[in-house]
């Protein structure tokens, strides 16, 4: 059993030599290696290890998710759409903040939800724990993930599904300190009433078997201190938060927050890709007035969703960090050089739409266990006092059949990229006959990372093309700050520790060094940059060379710089960014909670306004 994992890397070692010299260029990112291990190890790895207990229970898991998928009567194919429809509001995007965005908006006015991507419900690769890795590793045309790789080299997924991020992620619930609250310029009692009103649908309190007790153990054995217990809160020292998946495994989706809506002022649209944001010059008015929206359907077929006439009416983009900056650049609002160069007509001169793009750097170390571990996604966490995070996942299954599906999968990557694909379909084949031969069905192990705090390295996004569908070019500039840099040495100094406590003991080989797990890390290559000898001496290095994001990347629309301190873009009338593309920093341990909770907080102010302008008489 002590050689177990060595077989393991044995496997990953045998495979890279091959890929190695079977494949195209060092310049060729899309080699089938790179894409093996990025795709199903790293995002396997880092986020979740199901157990052969959720294995044996999949299909009764299956059965149960089925059952208790809500019965949406508004949620609607955008093939169904009319061809011109008029609405109070146009949402774009129902994803994290999207979805209680629309949910409290359609309380007290006709709301339409456009969602580029399908429907959570239904599809066990989401629903449930038992298949979370497959959604991730999915890289065909109508995934729920959108894979991207940023300038920096970083293998990175957006979401393309009803939920957003919450419908991939590994779950983690936990709020925003109140500093972050205040800075925001946030009402403190209507924040936490949001977020108790989010919490009611989708937060649970998890299980805390061993290998997470340990965890939590280790992590006040070497200082991290004090123990908080269970608790949504953001506060120095070990805490267990909370999770978005049910004790049956089920995950419960910002979809899930569509049960607050009134069924009859909402609309949603599902495979419904928006294409631009229309404007107009009205008699009277300095500023642009956005005005409607043309989408696509599945077939092609291209619909507009135009606003009521009344003065409060508002178009709200809430396609998220990538998504939001991208479709105002292809709308007409962004950087004017840039826009004129892809051919766009200039709404407005915005050059700071785009920047300050930051995604948190996440580093970590898988650990081999001598002993079974639970299943058991992110549940623990450190909160440091320099900044760094400290968490852990762990129970793994290598099921390879989908090995087999490797090379399909590869060419409809190169179909997408346009790359010439060298390696043969027999190759292919034998690579994933040997993955499958030499590594056991169940390997016990976890993996502990660390994501620093802000982040304060920062960079931007601009547009390869036309194309909402096509991602645009990201940069993010890991660890361009050197004080970035330093939380994540002392992160990783705290890993060690962890490591070698006492209470985490018995879940590490006596005979196997933290070096070792290093040199592990260091020789995968789980992302594009450049490699040094040194990252496996060289904490500085390791950080840098073996950097991996953790998708919580925010910016492009930040406040005071593309929205005011009411989400309104400056410079044009009736349209708003609400999500996490207007944040300077990632609010705590894990966005999505604050997220969520600010598509609800925002949608009663914009709710509270327009009763007001309405009692005022104001409409139009």
Known sequence: MGLEWWRLLEAFVVVFLFFHSSCCSDKDYTRPFYLFIIIYFNMLLIHAWIDQYYLVNKFLIIKMSLCAAPNYMFVKEATSAPAVTYY?????????????????????????????????????NITNLANFASTLSDISPGSPSQQFISEDGVYNVRARVLGGGSALNAGFYTRATAAYVKQA?????????????????????????????????????????????????????????????????????????????????????????????????????????????????????????NLNTHAESEIILSAGAIGSPQLLMLSGVGPADHLRAHGIKVVVDQPMVGQGMADNPMNALFVPSPLPVEVSLIQVVGITRFDSYIEAASGMSFAYSWARTLHQNYELFLNKTGRSFTVPTEAMTKAADTLNAVINTTIRGGVILEKIMGPISTGHLQLRNTNPDDNPEVTFN?????????????????????????????????????QALIDLMVSLPVNLRPKHPSA?????????????????????????????????????????????????????????????????????????????????????
Request: proline share 4%; with cysteine; aromatic share 12%.
């Open 88 to 124: 109070d509001y146009i949402i774009i995007g129902g994803g994290t903040s999207g979805c209680p965005l629309a949910a409290t908006l359609s309380q007290n006015a006709a709301v339409l939800l456009l969602e580029r991507g399908g429907s959570p419900y239904g599809n066990p």
């Open 185 to 305: 310029g946030w009402n403190g009692t209507a924040v936490n009433m949001s977020y108790e009103w989010v919490e009611k649908k989708v937060a649970f309190e998890p299980p805390m078997l061993e290998w997470q007790s340990a965890v939590r153990d280790g992590l006040v054995e070497v200082g991290i201190l004090p123990y908080n217990g269970f608790t949504y809160k953001h506060m120095y020292g070990t805490k267990v938060g909370g999770t978005i998946f049910d004790r049956q495994g089920h995950r419960h989706t910002a979809a899930d927050l569509l049960d607050y809506a009134d069924p009859k002022r909402i609309t949603v649209y599902l495979h419904a890709t928006v294409y631009k944001i229309l404007f107009r010059s009205n008699r009277g008015k300095s500023r642009p007035e956005a005005y409607g929206v043309v989408y696509k359907d599945a077939n092609g077929v291209l619909h507009r969703a």
């Open 478 to 514: 890991y660890f361009k700050e050197p004080q970035d840099l330093n939380r994540c040495v002392e992160g990783m100094k705290t890993i060690i520790n962890l490591i070698n406590s006492k209470a985490f003991s018995k879940f590490k080989y006596s005979t196997t060094p933290v």
């Open 536 to 620: 496996a001496i060289s904490l500085e290095q390791f950080c840098i060379d073996t950097v991996m994001t953790i998708w919580h990347y925010h910016g492009g629309c930040q406040v005071g710089k593309v929205v005011d301190h009411e989400y309104k873009v400056i410079g044009v009338d009736s349209l708003r960014v609400i999500d996490g593309s207007t944040f300077y920093n990632s609010p705590g341990t894990n966005p999505q909670a604050t997220v969520m909770m600010l598509g609800r907080y925002m949608g009663r102010r914009i709710l509270s306004q327009r009763y007001s302008n309405f009692k005022k008489g104001k409409t139009t």
